[in-house]
C-alpha cells in the first residue's frame, strides 16, 4: 500500500512543486487556500487557516506524513503547528516542517549548520525559531526540520519578480552584505522525495554546498538569464557581512543530491528574448 502523504499549503510554489513531485509514488494529498482549479480535485482540500477544519481533512485523509508548507499569519501558523505537534506526538504519523535560513539571520562572520543556536532578529525568523523550538521535543524520529536557503525555480515568485522588474524597468531590491547559498524547486523537491523514501529523521539543511554574495548571484542570473542591464537598488541591512547560509554537516544526501549555485543558475537562465 501507497504511504499517505498530506502537504499544507500544496497550491503554493513549493508545495505544488513536492505534490507534483510525490504523487506518482505516494498517495498523496494536499490543501489549497485561494487557488481555483483544485475543487473538482479529490485529492485536494479546501483549507482556510483562519477558519480551522484541519483536524477533519487529517481525519479523512489518514496520512502517515504530513508536509507543513503553509503560509499566511504569523499567529494562526503557530497555533496550527501546535496543533500538529501535539497530534504527531500521539498519532503513527511523522510531520516534514519547511523552514527556514532565516532562523539564523541575526550571525554575521560564518554560515550555520543543522545543530548550531538558532538566533533571529526578523518576525519571520522567530516565528520559525518557536515552532521549530516546539518541533524538536518530539522524539527525532516523529519529525523532519528543513531548513531551506533562498528558493528559486523559473516560475518562482523571486524570479517572477525580476522578470516583471526588467520588463518595466523597476529598480530590483539586492543585499550586497549578504552572503546566501540557494536551492530551486526541482532539486528540493528531489532532495525531500530522497529523505521520505529512506525515512530520515531529524535537521536537514538543504541549499548549495557553496555561497555566493546575494547581489552577485542576481547579477548573474540577469546576466545570463535577460541578457540585459538592470537597476538595482543596494539595501543594507547591516554594516558587517551576514550570512543567510544553511550548509549540512551532521546529516549530508548523497553526492548526486549536492549541488553548487552555479548547477543553480544553470536551471534558471533560460534567456527570456520576450523581456
Not at 28 to 48: E, I, L, P, Q, S
Not at 229 to 241: G, L, S
Not at 247 to 266: D, G, H, Q, R, V
Given at each position: 500500500?501507497?504511504?499517505?502523504?498530506?502537504?499544507?499549503?500544496?497550491?503554493?510554489?513549493?508545495?505544488?512543486?513536492?505534490?507534483?513531485?510525490?504523487?506518482?509514488?505516494?498517495?498523496?494529498?494536499?490543501?489549497?487556500?485561494?487557488?481555483?482549479?483544485?475543487?473538482?480535485?479529490?485529492?485536494?482540500?479546501?483549507?482556510?487557516?483562519?477558519?480551522?477544519?484541519?483536524?477533519?481533512?487529517?481525519?479523512?485523509?489518514?496520512?502517515k506524513l504530513i508536509i507543513s508548507s503553509l503560509r499566511g499569519p504569523f499567529e494562526a501558523l503557530t497555533e496550527t503547528h501546535q496543533f500538529l505537534i501535539d497530534l504527531i506526538d500521539k498519532s503513527n504519523c511523522r510531520l516534514l516542517f519547511l523552514s527556514s535560513a532565516n532562523v539564523f539571520d541575526t550571525f554575521e562572520h560564518f554560515p550555520s549548520y543543522e545543530y548550531d543556536k538558532t538566533l533571529s532578529e526578523s518576525i519571520y525568523g522567530r516565528f520559525k525559531i518557536k515552532i521549530e523550538n516546539n518541533l524538536i521535543r518530539l522524539p527525532t524520529t516523529k519529525y523532519v526540520l528543513a531548513r531551506l536557503p533562498m528558493v528559486f525555480g523559473n516560475n518562482s515568485p523571486?524570479?517572477?519578480?525580476?522578470?516583471?522588474?526588467?520588463?518595466?524597468?523597476?529598480?530590483?531590491?539586492?543585499?550586497?552584505?549578504?552572503?546566501?547559498?540557494?536551492?530551486n524547486d526541482l532539486r528540493l523537491c528531489q532532495q525531500i522525495?530522497?529523505?521520505?523514501?529512506?525515512?530520515?529523521?531529524?535537521?536537514?539543511?538543504l541549499g548549495s554546498t557553496d555561497l555566493i554574495h546575494h547581489f552577485d548571484f542576481i547579477k548573474l542570473i540577469i546576466k545570463r538569464r535577460y541578457n540585459k542591464?538592470?537597476?538595482?537598488?543596494?539595501?543594507?541591512?547591516?554594516?558587517?557581512?551576514r550570512y543567510l547560509a544553511v550548509?549540512?554537516?551532521?546529516?549530508?544526501?548523497?553526492?548526486?543530491?549536492?549541488?553548487?549555485?552555479?548547477?543553480?543558475?544553470?536551471d534558471l537562465t533560460i534567456t527570456k528574448k520576450d523581456l
Open positions: 500500500m501507497l504511504k499517505r502523504i498530506l502537504i499544507l499549503g500544496a497550491s503554493g510554489f513549493i508545495g505544488n512543486a513536492l505534490y507534483k513531485e510525490l504523487n506518482s509514488y505516494y498517495d498523496t494529498f494536499g490543501t489549497y487556500f485561494t487557488k481555483k482549479g483544485y475543487a473538482k480535485n479529490h485529492h485536494f482540500f479546501n483549507y482556510n487557516l483562519s477558519l480551522g477544519g484541519l483536524e477533519d481533512i487529517i481525519k479523512e485523509v489518514k496520512p523571486r524570479i517572477l519578480e525580476l522578470d516583471e522588474a526588467i520588463k518595466n524597468n523597476k529598480p530590483i531590491e539586492v543585499f550586497p552584505n549578504t552572503i546566501i547559498n540557494v536551492n522525495h530522497y529523505i521520505i523514501n529512506q525515512q530520515l529523521s531529524g535537521i536537514f539543511h542591464r538592470a537597476i538595482y537598488k543596494q539595501v543594507y541591512t547591516t554594516n558587517q557581512m550548509l549540512a554537516k551532521e546529516n549530508k544526501l548523497p553526492i548526486n543530491l549536492l549541488f553548487s549555485y552555479t548547477e543553480i543558475l544553470n
